[in-house]
């Protein structure tokens, strides 16, 4: 499919048949010019203002449900018993697993040096923030006493109420927000030497003191990259481990119970794989419609795309040998309770969301993600990075739902069925993360500039001879 693309792109080295990582004849003043007017541009396209419209819209759909909630309960919710959990902890769980992307090319592709995360890490790192705001409201308002959620933190109080550190509800409470902490202070970090930038380059004096005074007087000076490459390799270092055991410590919240379908050991790597899986294909989602509205293809090319549809299908086997392995315990266990739990999973009441969950997390994108053809397609990633994300969403249904609406005692069977309350939330935080994402694109440096242009190779001048055109910054 749209072969053409690939063979007339212009960042395919004829030679050695491989990407670029950024677009030929590029130089340190062109990069800046490009990213830079997208920032200080005085014209904001139509387009964005009709994007964030349609954005807030939705996100108004969450305040409106959010309101509702707190007068009415969480009695407005399709929360039953047996099956206590619904939306709100779904939606957690995938909100969790779509910042996980932002954080491992940010951090792990940093420490292994892999150059081509440098014209994506931004907006993932962007996503990352947003996606954990989504998500920690979610356990809050379950909880159905969201202005009681300090007692969750283990402040000084005449009252000595402690949290219960048995529960998995203050487990996530310290590993979300400080995975929440970490990101955003890599982010910001990151960022910094751009301020500057757009601080030098900006003509409006509201714009030069906003971003002067978020550069935090960055002069770019030996010493400041010295402290900025310091800081970098440090935060990576932290948030590395948190790539693994944000989801793992979420994961607890399922294996560490005694019910089957939760109780088991493959669910930390099980999760840890699903968030990456996800996370990538949100990356796929905001990143082609980036790089063709603001014209980007020279910076965000065919090569970051076949990058990410790799992790994709390396991550997306581990979730399938996750998939493999539920079968086979509840098989070779030989637990009543488990092989009952995995044939209503397939063949239950709701047996069409685990169908829907093996059509599009593993028969569509692993039989499709092998051909480079495709990989390039930024039509098929696009459509594709969709499918992925219902597909994730439903696993958490599954393995939410189907594992508790018959439990032990068929005398307390019952059934789920969201209301219009539980998607009308769900909705709103998706109008939430794409409104915050506007706001990012048209106020914050998308791609960072001081990391592209070390990219770019140095042009050799020979002393006395003619001067070429060079890579050096030009005043920027």
């Known amino acids: 499919m749209a072969t053409k693309e690939k063979i007339n792109d212009p960042m395919l080295d004829p030679k050695t048949g491989e990407y670029a990582v950024i677009g030929p004849g590029q130089t340190f003043k062109s990069v800046t010019d490009t990213i830079s007017k997208i920032v200080l541009t005085a014209h904001t396209p139509v387009g964005w203002f009709l994007g964030l419209l349609m954005a807030g819209g939705l996100a108004t759909g969450l305040l409106i449900g959010l309101t509702w909630l707190v007068l009415k309960g969480v009695g407005i919710w399709g929360i039953t018993i047996p099956g206590a959990w619904g939306f709100a902890i779904i939606n957690f769980v995938w909100w969790i697993g779509i910042g996980h992307a932002g954080t491992l090319i940010s951090a792990i592709l940093l420490l292994f ?102 550069s935090l007087g960055w002069r770019g000076s030996t010493r400041h990259w010295m402290r900025y490459e310091s800081a970098s390799l440090l935060l990576a270092g932290l948030s590395t481990p948190l790539v693994l055991s944000v989801h793992t410590v979420i994961s607890f919240d ?3 119970a005694a019910l089957a379908g939760w109780h088991t050991t493959i669910f930390p790597p099980y999760f840890v794989a699903g968030a990456v899986y996800s996370g990538f294909a949100m990356v796929l989602t905001l990143a082609i419609p980036i790089r063709k509205l603001y014209h980007l293809e020279h910076i965000i090319t065919l090569r970051h795309l076949d990058n990410m549809a790799k992790v994709m299908l390396v991550t997306g086997f581990i979730v399938c040998y996750g998939y493999g392995m539920e079968v086979f315990m509840a098989w070779y266990s030989a637990s009543h309770w488990e092989f009952f739990m995995m044939w209503n999973r397939m063949f239950g009441p709701m047996g069409w969301a685990y169908g829907i969950l093996i059509l599009t997390n593993l028969a569509i994108p692993l039989t ?16 594709l990075s969709i499918i992925v994300n219902i597909g994730m969403w439903f696993e958490r249904f599954v393995i939410v739902v189907t594992s508790l609406y018959r439990d032990y005692l068929p005398s307390s069977w019952g059934t789920y069925k969201a209301t219009r309350w539980d998607y009308l939330i769900y909705v709103g935080t998706l109008g939430l993360f794409t409104f915050l994402f506007f706001l990012f694109v048209r106020f914050l440096p998308m791609i960072p500039m001081s990391e592209l242009r070390t990219m770019l190779p140095q042009t050799k001048i020979r002393p006395g001879g003619p001067v070429a055109e060079t890579n050096i910054e030009e005043a920027v």
């Open 368 to 383: 499709t993600l092998w051909f480079r053809k495709l990989r390039v397609n930024t039509t098929y990633l696009f459509i």
């Open 113 to 214: 040096k892999q150059g081509w995360r440098n014209s994506i890490n931004r907006f993932a790192e962007a996503m990352t923030i947003f996606a954990v705001v989504c998500a920690g409201m979610f356990p809050l308002i379950h909880v159905g006493r969201p202005w009681l959620g300090y007692w969750l933190f283990p402040y000084p109080n005449t009252m000595n109420v402690w949290p219960q550190w048995r529960s998995p509800l203050a487990w996530d409470v310290f590993a979300v927000s400080t995975y929440a902490t970490i990101s955003v202070v890599f982010w910001y970090i990151g960022m910094i030497p751009d301020f500057g930038t757009l601080r030098d380059r900006a003509k409006s004096p509201l714009a030069q003191y906003c971003y002067g005074l978020l």
């Open 254 to 256: 399922f294996a560490v």
